[in-house]
């Protein structure tokens, strides 16, 4: 069974960052994606910022957050990072790491990874 771990969420206020970081450990192989979603209360999961470890570490992001987060990986496999700058009160909920070895859908669409992490929290306030 694979394993996803997210951890570095955290309470910060508006204008401040965090790191979150993402691994599978014990996996053998690479991914062909990796992806951060976010879930806040009341609300659908979406899509923040996914990327395709090879060949060139392709980035999408969200309209929400470009400019302000940054989605990056580790010489380590299958690790990836996301940092949070400038951070909202909107920006609050809970972060899922999510990863899959099937190919390659719309890399902000979940139903593109078959592997999840439990979550985050992030909380921003005002």
């Known amino acids: 069974q694979v394993q996803v771990v997210e951890s570095g969420g955290g309470s910060v206020q508006a204008g401040g960052s965090l790191r979150l970081s993402c691994a599978a450990p014990?996996?053998?192989?690479?991914?062909?994606?990796m992806g951060w979603f976010r879930q806040a209360p009341g609300k659908e999961r979406e899509g923040v910022a996914a990327l395709y470890p090879y060949p060139g570490g392709s980035t999408y992001y969200v309209d929400s957050v470009k400019d302000r987060f940054t989605i990056s990986q580790d010489n380590a496999k299958n690790t990836v990072y996301l940092l949070l700058n400038t951070l909202k009160p909107e920006d609050t909920g809970m972060y899922f790491c999510?990863?899959?070895?099937?190919?390659?859908?719309?890399?902000?669409?979940?139903?593109?990874?078959?592997?999840w992490g439990q979550g985050t929290s992030v909380t921003v306030s005002s």
């Open positions: 999510a990863a899959s070895n099937r190919g390659w859908g719309p890399p902000l669409s979940s139903s593109s990874y078959n592997y």
């Open positions: 014990g996996y053998a192989y690479d991914f062909n994606s």
